[in-house]
């Protein structure tokens, strides 16, 4: 199983992201795709969390209204789009799976990860 994370960088205060999330290795219809993020000496966050089949959507309320989780089943992907982005958004976001369907913001219930890119906002 494999988790591939892209779409990181830099940007200004209001700009926007899109960061991917490329799933392979087994068919994830069934499970619960996240976000996470962690900032330098700060413990990883939930940031928001569908669920692939029937496309619910969870979020953290520091990202509620800016960010926007979807998926393309087709494509096996998973996107997160980050608007109006402030500058303590600045972390390294990772994108998981779990397959147990509860616990969604507890980055200790996700079974398989990605490595991680880089988000950085400058003010």
């Known amino acids: 199983v494999q988790l591939q994370a892209s779409g990181g960088g830099l940007v200004q205060a209001g700009g926007s992201l899109r960061l991917s999330c490329a799933a392979s290795?087994?068919?994830?219809?069934?499970?619960?795709m996240g976000w996470f993020r962690q900032a330098p000496g700060k413990e990883r966050e939930f940031v928001a969390a569908?669920?692939?089949?029937?496309?619910?959507?969870y979020y953290s309320d520091s990202v509620k209204g800016r960010f926007t989780i979807s998926s393309d089943n087709a494509k096996n992907t998973v996107y997160l789009q980050m608007n109006n982005l402030k500058p303590e958004d600045t972390a390294v976001y990772y994108c998981?799976?779990?397959?147990?369907?509860?616990?969604?913001?507890?980055?200790?219930?996700?079974?398989?990860w990605g490595q991680g890119t880089q988000v950085t906002v400058s003010s």
């Open positions: 998981a799976a779990q397959g147990r369907l509860a616990y969604i913001r507890d980055s200790g219930q996700y079974d398989y």
């Open positions: 569908i669920r692939w089949s029937a496309g619910s959507t």
């Open positions: 290795g087994r068919t994830f219809s069934s499970y619960f």
